[in-house]
């Protein structure tokens, strides 16, 4: 097997392949290629791959390229975690939502939607390249914000596509960490979109233990999301547990007075940590992932990534939750159109399982998230002006009467095109 990680200068890297050398031998793996458009990244990064390949003594060849087609040419993974303009455009994306007075972050509200005009363009063209150079690969995308770029993919024609996020498997660690379980005893009723999930029940060996998990998980979200308490009557309401990034439609005002008085954008914060990384990868006497890396965010990256693999390379049948076209499995969304659901993961690709119908104050927000997103997916895949406005005016962190004025903000901060 050949896997191609396009964003391999991340600082993520280190965590995907510490997981592929622990499981190279089941998934039969020879070649891992690094491509960066940042040389230097991709020299230190690569670098320590290839170091901690080294010291593992296992037979994996770790190559370094910024050659995109070469990168990608006779693979079995694509592996995306590209961020185009890197954590500097991520900070600009978080100060240009607090200019409006609202959210700007990197994958909901204003912010992830400048990020989708920015991103778009340039996973299609890793699109058009896998679909010559290797039509039977698989793409794992974890490029953010990953559902909305998942469904301009699909829209693309790119069929062999998954896209993941480490917040559904998250929540199973921690509830079996709370429960002092093994994590493959937990099982979660989930459904929602990327960034807009519920868990509706939490199945320990098959008894929902939702009343006994919920306190653990509400405040186990990721370092990049602010704990602010709900109400009990409006979580008793509710019903089900909310996912971490719900807090920015549910809390909208607490959450943005949070990022107005914080000293460092999460940006910034991560630009801090990743400097430290860097210097600790660049280190020759190094050979193993620094401890530091948990503070970087994206807890579980490699073990997702990497059982999805091994699902679809031998056909294993595992259930995953993943981004994936919804084809009928949750009422009331269109067959095209990207959920995040669990689904049957086999060498063809994944099955859905069936939700159904979904309760109205759920279904309420997925359908005005899902036709913002499907609005965004189409502005990026065409450069449309109309259809930018319009995913705005869907946004529901975004004011319809600010639509306009924050696309121009967005065009003249980032430099995009659109007609």
């Given at each position: ?8 200068g ?8 510490d ?73 600009k ?16 509200g ?45 829209r693309?024609g ?72 709900y ?16 807090r ?9 007075d ?44 490699s ?28 009422d009331?969304i ?10 049957v ?38 450069g ?28 003249q901060?980032h ?5």
């Amino acid at each position: 097997m050949k896997v191609a990680i396009i964003g391999g200068g991340s600082t993520y890297t280190p965590e995907l392949i510490d997981g592929l050398i622990k499981r190279y031998e089941e998934l039969g793996l020879t070649q891992v290629t690094l491509m960066d458009i940042d040389p230097e990244r991709l020299k230190v990064v690569g670098g320590f791959a290839q170091r901690m390949v080294s010291h593992a003594k296992v037979p994996l060849d770790v190559t370094l390229t910024e050659d995109r087609r070469k990168a990608i040419a006779g693979a079995d993974f694509v592996l995306t975690q590209i961020r185009v303009g890197q954590m500097p455009a991520r900070h600009k994306d978080i100060q240009l939502g607090l200019r409006h007075d609202l959210i700007g972050q990197e994958t909901t509200g204003v912010g992830g939607f400048a990020k989708a005009l920015r991103t778009i363009p340039e996973v299609v063209k890793l699109a058009d390249d896998m679909k010559e150079l290797a039509p039977d690969a698989w793409m794992i995308n974890f490029t953010n914000p990953s559902g909305l770029v998942t469904e301009a993919l699909h829209r693309h024609g790119l069929k062999r596509l998954i896209g993941l996020c480490n917040i559904p498997i998250g929540m199973v660690m921690d509830v079996a960490e709370y429960l002092k379980v093994e994590p493959k005893r937990i099982a979660l009723d989930y459904v929602g979109l990327n960034h807009l999930s519920w868990v509706r029940k939490v199945y320990l060996d098959g008894v929902d233990i939702l009343p006994q998990a919920i306190d653990q998980i509400l405040h186990s979200g990721p370092a990049n999301i602010e704990d602010i308490d709900y109400e009990p009557e409006f979580l008793k309401a509710l019903g089900f547990f909310p996912g971490p990034y719900l807090r920015y439609f549910y809390k909208t005002q607490e959450m943005l007075d949070k990022l107005k008085k914080k000293e460092k954008s999460r940006a910034e914060e991560v630009m801090d940590v990743e400097k430290t990384l860097l210097a600790q990868y660049a280190d020759p006497a190094v050979t193993e992932k620094p401890p530091e890396l948990s503070k970087r965010g994206g807890a579980f990256y490699s073990h997702i990534a990497i059982n999805l693999m091994d699902s679809i390379w031998n056909d294993k049948g595992e259930t995953h939750i993943v981004n994936i076209p919804n084809q009928g499995a949750v009422d009331g969304i269109g067959e095209d159109q990207t959920v995040e659901i669990p689904a049957v993961i086999r060498k063809s690709g994944a099955i859905p399982l069936r939700i159904g119908k979904v309760e109205p104050h759920i279904l309420g927000l997925m359908q005005q998230v899902k036709a913002y997103e499907t609005l965004a997916a189409e502005a990026g895949l065409e450069g449309s002006r109309r259809k930018a406005i319009l995913a705005l005016v869907a946004n529901p962190l975004c004011p319809a009467q600010k639509a306009i004025t924050v696309l121009d903000d967005i065009v003249q901060t980032h430099g995009i095109a659109l007609t």
